[in-house]
């Protein structure tokens, strides 16, 4: 199983909404990371997880909180979003050891639209 | 890491090889350079990576300048399926840890019938 699965694929959420993206992997890979993408824009990172720990956070606002509850998911809550919050939202992970460890493997992403 | 430079478009029939060129004369001499690409509406996709030696995968190939300031990416016999944003990325290695990859703008590659 070489997949990162992330739910939903699409998301319309109001401003004052709480909602959940979650991500999923079994490859066995310890890093764990979210990146948002605007449309013709490369993905720009947001966190990363290296056993189960945040390790980066790239000063994304507090509106986005993430979390690794375990070893294969990760989640992203979101909470008080702004209409420029609208973006493809990419989950990634990669090995933390070995020689393929520099090979990140991407889910299909979610595609949140805030209203 | 260092930065990257690629042409924001090119273009290329299909059966023909494919040859997206990126600079990154900054680079260091224990960099790496990666290249992703991402299918419109996909997640980006490992492609292949390369310190100085030329890279080949069942993918594409890698062809690293001797000095390092430059490479080509090359895809062999381009199909309509490749067509996609080309992302060609510089970065030091991790022995244990995290990688932070941060992408350019990418060079847009269209395939044509």
């Known amino acids: 199983d070489t997949e990162v699965t992330q739910t939903p694929k699409h998301l319309v959420m109001g401003m004052t909404n709480k909602k959940s993206l979650k991500c999923e992997q079994h490859?066995?890979?310890?890093?764990m990371y979210w990146y948002k993408q605007k449309a013709k824009k490369p993905p720009e990172l947001m966190f990363v997880y290296s056993y189960e720990k945040l390790s980066i956070n790239e000063s994304v606002p507090s509106r986005f909180s993430p979390e690794c509850p375990n070893s294969s998911l990760l989640n992203l809550h979101l909470h008080a979003l702004q209409p420029e919050d609208s973006a493809l939202y990419l989950c990634?992970?990669?090995?933390?050891?070995?020689?393929?460890?520099?090979?990140?493997?991407f889910g299909q992403g979610t595609r949140l639209t805030v209203v | 890491d260092a930065k990257t430079t690629q042409p924001p478009s090119m273009d290329c029939a299909e059966g023909r090889a494919a040859n997206l060129p990126c600079n990154h004369s900054?680079?260091?001499?224990?960099?790496?350079v990666y290249w992703y690409r991402q299918i419109h509406s996909q997640g980006p996709q490992y492609i292949i990576h390369g310190l100085k030696n030329n890279e080949t995968n069942e993918m594409a190939s890698l062809i690293i300048t001797e000095d390092r300031k430059s490479s080509t990416l090359i895809l062999p016999h381009a199909t309509l399926r490749d067509t996609a944003v080309y992302y060609c990325?510089?970065?030091?290695?991790?022995?244990?840890?995290?990688?932070?990859?941060?992408f350019g703008q990418g060079t847009r590659l269209t395939i044509n019938p």
């Open positions: 900054t680079i260091s001499g224990n960099e790496y």
């Open positions: 490859m066995g890979h310890r890093a």
């Open positions: 990634a992970s990669s090995p933390l050891l070995g020689p393929r460890n520099t090979e990140a493997f």
């Open positions: 990325i510089v970065r030091a290695p991790i022995i244990q840890g995290a990688q932070k990859l941060v």
